[in-house]
């Protein structure tokens, strides 16, 4: 019977992992694999104490500084059930089952893909999934925005300033995100608006140099060094039937990481926090871990 399980080794996971070894926590890590969603960020800059480190790099440093307290981690054995039963919960992998008194779910999020030829290939090579991460790597280069939603809208309004031209490529007939957003896009002399628009290929060599697009059966090549894709996010949540979660299916928590289900914990991009930044991860990842110490520290098993 262990104290703790954390599920997850992402920036929030990773984070729990470092508060729990420092309180004497009896705990492991449940993760597919170690990093998350930070490892594909091609630089970072707005992580403080880094002006500018890679996103590999920093998920390196990540597990380093775990590493060095000698954290059980259970790599490639990603968490597929986790079940109340009696005054402790059982987690369950494609390996083992595992029981403890508490849970922190720090699973992340994946991005929803395009899934055409040359995405795969251009990942990190000028295609990336996060304009607020990667936006500034771009300045000065002509992008493409895949999406039509808020998310998209977003991206294109913090790509606006600081490229000389956007392409929104969006699926639906119209943009579909909040009516102060789409006018703020559509009326910058910098945006041209695809709509009724699909991606069917990411062009490049070693970088990415294009997308070819199709609209009313008629196929194009539009030339941009960056390709954003903004087509929403999945949070790694079904293994979780027994906490709340909203319309999306993000974990609902509140300012101390607790879900509705005493005893479980929640952090990171898995959750409701707005906004998903590597450095607000971390920090929801401390706190999980420091709600969870106290819990534990409050009742007797």
Partial sequence: MLDLIIIGAGPAGITASV???????????????????????????????????????????????MRQYKVTVCENEPAIMVEKAADFFEIKTAKSSYQARTVIIASGKRSRELKVPGEKEFKNKGLTYCATCDGPLFAGK?????????????????????????YIINQAAVLSGDAIMRQKVENADNVVVLNGTIVSAVLGNKMVTGIKVK?????????????????????????????????LGEIEVDCRNSTNVEGVFAAGDVTTVPEKQIIIAAGEGAKAALSAFKYLSRHQF
């Fill in 19 to 65: 508060y729990a070894a420092r309180k004497k926590i009896n705990f492991i890590v449940l993760t597919l694999d170690i990093g998350g969603q930070a490892i594909w960020s091609s630089e970072v800059e707005n992580y403080t104490g880094h002006q500018l480190i890679t996103g590999a790099e920093l998920a390196a440093k990540f597990e380093q500084h």
């Fill in 142 to 166: 002509d992008v493409a925005v895949i999406g039509g939603g808020n998310s998209a809208l977003d991206a294109a309004l913090q790509l606006i300033p600081i490229v000389p031209k956007v």
């Fill in 215 to 247: 609209q009313n059966n008629r196929e194009q090549e539009i030339p941009a060094q960056g390709v954003f894709v903004e087509i929403g996010l999945f949070p790694n949540s079904d293994f979780a039937p027994l906490v709340k979660k909203n319309d």
